[in-house]
């Protein structure tokens, strides 16, 4: 991080985008929160929080 000290502005904003499958914002080349799919394929499984 030292010797990048020019591109800190860069380095901070977290760029988004869609879920192929929910479409919620998640972090590229992440598993999405949202649904837990990453490129078509089920990685986690997602209690949703229902409202009593």
């Known amino acids: ?3 990048r000290k ?3 502005a860069k380095m901070t904003v977290a760029e988004t985008q ?3 499958s929910c479409g919620e914002q998640k972090l590229p080349h992440r598993v999405c929160a949202s649904c837990g799919m990453y490129r078509g394929v089920q990685y ?3 209690v949703k929080k ?3």
Do not use: F
């Open 6 to 8: 020019h591109n800190i």
């Open 1 to 3: 991080m030292r010797r």
């Open 44 to 46: 986690k499984d997602v």
């Open 50 to 52: 229902v409202s009593a």
């Open 18 to 20: 869609k879920c192929a």
